[in-house]
């Protein structure tokens, strides 16, 4: 029952929802940066009174947030061997609420310089209790962070922009 006006891209759904169309005047790059749960894209934009053309796109369908989430699940997994010599990673129920608790713990460390994590009763009645730090964090994922280089420049190169006329980055 909805009338449907027109259909927009995501790099260009993402630049109006942060508001990128109400800016100052003239022309700006915008790139957009989406590192989604499975996927991820990077976009360049060049908004002008009020219109909005992407120059170039580029990503990775393979990288993701669940990339940097079994990261911690196998760090933490390995932890959890080390400490109280048992392998949780055959148990399912274990395995998905160590990734629930990794999940949030990610999400903290966006904000925060060190999380914890506390799970009863994890595995074999064992309760488990450790803490992680954003360098860490980032020490455990740094080819994955890395690897999002190679989009970003080629999506520049493309557009035939250098890096220093890019106006916004919307994360």
């Known amino acids: 029952g909805l009338n449907v006006l027109r259909i927009i891209n995501e790099p260009t759904a993402a ?3 942060y508001g990128l169309d109400k800016k100052v005047e003239g022309e700006r790059n915008v790139l957009i940066f989406d590192l989604g749960g499975g996927t991820f894209d990077v976009s360049l934009l060049t908004i002008e009174e009020g ?3 992407v120059k170039s796109t580029a990503g990775d369908t393979h990288l993701g947030g669940e990339d940097f989430d079994n990261r911690l699940v ?3 997994v390995n932890e959890f061997k080390r400490k109280h010599k048992k ?8 395995l998905r609420r160590l990734r629930t608790a ?3 713990a990610k999400r903290t460390l966006s904000s ?4 914890s994590i506390e799970i009863d009763s994890l595995f074999e009645g064992i309760d488990f209790y450790t803490s ?6 980032e020490e455990l994922c740094q080819d994955l962070f890395r690897s999002t280089i190679q989009p970003v ?3 520049l190169t493309d557009a035939k922009i250098d890096k220093s006329l890019v106006h916004e980055i919307v994360l």
């Not at 992680?132 to 964090?137: K, V």
């Open 15 to 17: 630049a109006i929802a």
């Open 51 to 53: 219109i909005f053309e």
């Open 74 to 76: 196998n760090h933490f």
């Open 87 to 94: 392998d949780l990673s055959t148990n399912v129920r274990a």
């Open 102 to 104: 990794c999940e949030r």
């Open 112 to 115: 925060s310089a060190q999380t």
């Open 132 to 137: 992680i730090t954003r360098a860490r964090f």
């Open 153 to 155: 420049d080629r999506v």
